[in-house]
């Protein structure tokens, strides 16, 4: 009785914007109500309501449904009303959706089985363009093999492609924002005089429907019914007091993935090629080729591929919608496969742009970042610090009554040590906050090192608990990272929210204004947070920072830096890098330094969108990161940028020019740093930069160079081995690590393993790390130095990511070997050397052209993985 009344009202309320005509039910039901597989097409997101109403009546159909797009309040009441079945996109979640997709087809069957109807859509997606592709799509066929008997009926919907909630726009539609927009209209045109769209649903159950075919026969049939004199898109008008005429809209160009497919490395071309001959048992492929098509590969088979791809080239890809042709398969091999620019950005709050000064930014005092965070709370309360995209905008009181929320849960769980592995985030930030006043002391796990690394710092530190969120769990699962040994210590975010009972978080809006005693009365470790050497050379080391460390850095790095109240910060440096702790979350926490965030730094495209959507003044990040975001930016988006600051590795030439280029207004400034020194030692002033060098020391920092062979001081100009001490050094590694502390005139001092010159001036110009020096014909020979030579003649900035990279054979006569992605010979890049005044013991030894170098998390150069080559090689 309730469903029937629902159905009422949902077909009033839809037409007051649709003039729904339905053929041929009369006659399915005729023949009987029970036991029949639907197969719709799929032009917008509001065709199954239209459907699953009309049926409702008499057949009572059970759709498939997306469980992200109902998991919504009220939505998931009316979903469970009709018995839907949801299910994960593999879009979104790629391989791990497998499992619970195969899952809900058997359901299905048995459902059939039992005598239900079921609504499945072939083409498992919204429509592209005005026709309908189903492509390699399986579940049909699997339903048919089961139940070779179960009556098909085949439903054709015209009227909806053109629709606010279909494709023609090239993105996803905000359903919520268009239902919204459209009460206002109906209600403007006084709720029965709205133009009305014309929607006409056909129902056959045809005699001649290939039922004992293969896939490729059945999937042809449904497309050739589906397509059948297929409609233009068509645009009809939302009010009547415009003069708007119905007319037609062109199909969306999609495209392809960025870049040039002549582009990709003859060898990652065969690679790829032969993987797909192995997955879809063609012989002859062509770049134009259609996975869904030509090719035959359903969304598990694609999905397949994207893992496959990601744990082949190590680069991060998009979902497996973005990969319709062989080329973009080869392009998402070379590092392409940025984000999805469709996707649609939530646009900024207003307060997000309140008026501020340009006073320099600085903490509050404080023994702690905890301390020094409620003080800002108490100071500013309703200013807005933090943003995403998923949890939108945050003021200190937000997260003051996050914090008092989750705090009794965080409490609760086991071990001294807690584990954060988040991404840049708001959700990273209440995480990290919760845990210092829970009394626990935050560990910042690396999920890019891999599944024996990231258990290694478990199990040196103690770890018991970790919390992350789900999608970044099914992320690392569809790139087939075996999380065995570690996801048993999850504890997700989502969960512990979802916990919450309405007193608690009522409990926690009303403390977070008139009580705080929970956090002022926190007992706050010393540490601050324990990181991890990159492990770029060694197997990573557990870095414990102090509170002292982390805000004596703050204290010298923002009056230097001038980073105003003003600025805005486009942050995307996960946690878990130095960097990324103290200056994309520290700073705005402890002194307010506004940060929108982004999950994932290699998606150049969209964080170039959210930097203009946002008005960011800043940006920090590595040279690779920073030049993903300008070369997918325009000069437009980029008009609000003001400075950006680089580190972790020398900042490239190309990076400059294309700055300039791009955003000639702004300044990029390189500085030095390191994890065991909280982490930043010099940066350059943005008011008299000096490009291609790392700035000033620090104030609070004291510095020595010693030569290398002699130990002694060196000569005025000259490079030598970086020692420093002062608050923000470290006290030493975690467990059985050798101490980097070395004795010096008499003082304890952090020995860098970082070649420096200091000039005349006070500027310091990195020369390269220690463990990259080889000692040649008794001189001690550069690595950096010749990568140098090389990138300033065949890099250019059309470069994404490390295009080649220098080591040596570990031989007692070691030799020098170029590992790179460019066509060069060893003739060629010795040329080059000599050219840039090196002597001959520089020379290559060795050229090994490979399809990718490999790349830490942090985005600097993974020479461990390299010297792994050498001795396979």
């Not at 309320?13 to 399915?28: D, F, N, Q, S």
Request: charged share 20%.
């Amino acid at each position: 009785m309730l469903n029937q009344l629902l159905r009422i009202i949902v077909l009033a309320l839809l037409w007051l914007r649709y003039r729904l005509t339905v053929r041929g039910l009369r006659e399915i039901r005729a023949r009987g109500t029970g036991g029949i597989l639907f197969l719709p097409t799929h032009p917008a997101l509001i065709d199954p309501v239209i459907l699953t109403a009309t049926l409702l009546k008499d057949f009572q159909a059970r759709p498939f449904a997306d469980q992200d797009a109902v998991d919504l309040p009220g939505i998931r009441w009316l979903v469970s009303r009709v018995r839907a079945l949801t299910i994960p996109t593999i879009a979104k979640y790629g391989q791990s959706a497998m499992a619970r997709i195969e899952a809900t087809v058997r359901q299905s069957i048995a459902a059939l089985r039992a005598g239900d109807n079921i609504i499945l859509y072939p083409a498992g997606g919204l429509l592209r363009g005005r026709l309908e592709v189903v492509g390699g799509n399986s579940a049909v066929e699997t339903i048919l093999r089961a139940l070779p008997e179960v009556r098909v009926v085949l439903v054709r919907t015209r009227g909806l492609w053109g629709s606010s909630f279909s494709l023609i726009n090239g993105k996803e539609a905000d359903v919520g924002a268009i239902l919204l927009r459209g009460i206002g209209q109906i209600l403007g045109n006084l709720l029965v005089f709205t133009p009305r769209r014309r929607v006409d649903l056909y129902f056959a159950e045809p005699a001649d429907f290939p039922r004992d075919g293969d896939r490729a026969a059945i999937n042809a049939y449904l497309e050739r019914f589906y397509n059948e004199d297929a409609p233009p898109a068509t645009y009809v008008p939302y009010s009547i007091w415009r003069g708007e005429k119905r007319r037609e809209l062109p199909d969306p160009a999609w495209g392809g993935l960025p870049g040039a497919v002549e582009d990709v490395p003859a060898g990652t071309r065969e690679i790829v090629l032969a993987r797909l001959r192995e997955m879809t048992g063609a012989t002859t492929i062509a770049l134009d080729d259609r996975l869904a098509n030509e090719l035959g590969m359903d969304s598990l088979a694609r999905a397949e591929l994207l893992a496959w791809l990601e744990a082949e080239f190590g680069f991060p890809q998009g979902n497996s919608d973005s990969l319709q042709t062989v080329a973009d398969v080869l392009l998402a091999a070379f590092g392409e496969a940025m984000a999805d620019a469709r996707v649609t950005l939530k646009p900024a709050p207003d307060a997000w742009f309140a008026a501020d000064s340009d006073a320099v930014l600085a903490p509050p005092p404080g023994e702690t970042l905890a301390d020094c965070f409620l003080a800002m709370a108490r100071r500013e309360p309703t200013r807005a610090v933090v943003a995403d995209q998923l949890s939108g905008m945050k003021t200190y009181r937000e997260l003051v009554m996050g914090i008092l929320a989750l705090l009794p849960a965080v409490k609760a769980l086991p071990g001294d040590r807690l584990g954060i592995m988040l991404p840049a985030s708001v959700a990273a930030c209440l995480a990290y906050l919760t845990t210092l006043f829970a009394g626990r002391t935050p560990v910042m796990l690396n999920w890019t090192v891999g599944r024996r690394n990231l258990r290694h710092a478990l199990e040196c530190t103690g770890t018991e608990r970790i919390l992350t969120v789900k999608p970044l769990v099914a992320r690392l699962e569809k790139a087939g990272m075996d999380l065995s040994g570690i996801a048993e210590r999850f504890v997700y975010l989502e969960e512990l929210g979802a916990s919450l009972t309405k007193g608690q978080k009522l409990r926690a809006l009303v403390n977070s204004y008139l009580n705080w005693g929970a956090l002022t009365s926190a007992a706050v470790t010393p540490t601050a947070a324990i990181l991890f050497t990159s492990g770029s050379e060694s197997l990573p080391k557990a870095v414990p920072l102090s509170h002292a460390n982390i805000l004596a850095d703050l204290r010298d790095v923002l009056p230097m830096t001038k980073l105003r109240r003003s600025d805005r910060l486009l942050a995307m440096l996960p946690p878990f890098h130095s960097f990324g702790l103290t200056g994309t979350m520290a700073a705005p926490l402890c002194a307010g330094l506004r940060a929108v965030y982004h999950p994932n730094p290699t998606e150049g495209s969209v964080l170039a969108r959210l930097l203009h959507a946002y008005r960011a003044t800043l940006l920090l990040g590595t040279p690779t990161f920073l030049n993903g975001i300008l070369r997918g930016a325009t000069p437009e988006q980029l008009a609000s940028l003001r400075l950006a600051v680089a580190g972790a590795e020398e900042c490239p030439p190309r990076v400059y020019a294309l700055l300039r280029e791009r955003c000639p207004g702004a300044t990029l400034i390189e500085g030095y740093g390191i994890t065991e020194c909280a982490p930043i030692v010099a940066v350059n002033d943005p008011d008299c930069p000096r490009p291609h060098t790392i700035g000033r020391l620090l104030p609070s920092l004291d510095s020595a160079l010693l030569d290398v062979e002699t130990g002694g001081p060196v000569a005025p100009g000259a490079a030598g081995m970086l020692l420093v001490r002062g608050p923000s050094i470290f006290a030493g590694y975690l467990g059985e690590a050798d101490s980097p502390f070395v004795e010096h005139d008499g003082r304890a001092w952090y020995r860098t393993g970082d070649l420096v010159r200091r000039e005349a001036d006070g500027v310091f110009v990195f020369v390269g790390r220690l463990k990259r020096f080889v000692k040649l014909g008794g001189e001690m020979i550069s690595l950096p130095a010749i990568e140098s030579a090389l990138l300033a003649h065949c890099g250019s900035a059309e470069d994404d990511g490390p295009i080649l990279a220098v080591t040596a054979t570990a031989d007692e006569r070691p030799e020098l070997v170029l590992f790179t992605v460019k066509p060069i010979t060893r003739e060629e890049a010795n040329a080059i050397i000599r050219d840039a005044g090196l002597s001959a013991l520089h020379n290559l030894r060795r050229v090994e052209t490979i399809d990718a170098i490999p790349v830490l998390g942090t985005g600097k150069t993974d020479y461990r993985a390299l010297q792994g080559l050498l001795v396979e090689g």
